[in-house]
Nanobody, 120 residues
Framework: QVQLVESGGGSVQAGGSLRLSCVAS????????LDWFRQAPGKEREGVAG???????WYADSVKGRFTASKDNAKNTLYLQMNSLKPEDTGMYYC??????????????WGQGTQVTVSS
């Protein structure tokens, strides 16, 4: 059973925008934390942004002021609006759902990923 499905990736020039979507199953959408991760070639996966069940939102320092995470409860969908994209934002973007363990969100479910490529 597919739990998370991302879409919206693509190729843009630096300064452009993309909006990623992640449709979740109802059970998965009710997770304590819904996060966006990305992985660039040759680098470790890193957290980008996330929304917790209490409504709080966090962002990695590298994307603050440029990315906006949101969700639509009627559609069980998580979004990541990415503006002012930079070449270093290039990578595979994943959404994940999980629960908190000692205040850290530990994903239980991962989407298949959507590729974002930003050219200079």
């Amino acid at each position: 059973q597919v739990q998370l499905v991302e879409s919206g990736g693509g190729s843009v020039q630096a300064g452009g925008s993309l909006r990623l979507s992640c449709v979740a199953s109802e059970h998965t959408y009710s997770s304590e934390c819904l996060d966006w991760f990305r992985q660039a070639p040759g680098k470790e996966r890193e957290g980008v942004a996330g929304i917790n069940s209490d409504g709080s939102i966090w962002y990695a320092d590298s994307v603050k002021g440029r990315f906006t995470a949101s969700k639509d409860n009627a559609k069980n969908t998580l979004y990541l609006q990415m503006n002012s994209l930079k070449p270093e934002d290039t990578g595979m973007y994943y959404c994940a759902a999980g629960a908190f363990i000692v205040s850290i969100c530990v994903p239980s479910y991962w989407g298949q990923g959507t590729q974002v490529t930003v050219s200079s």
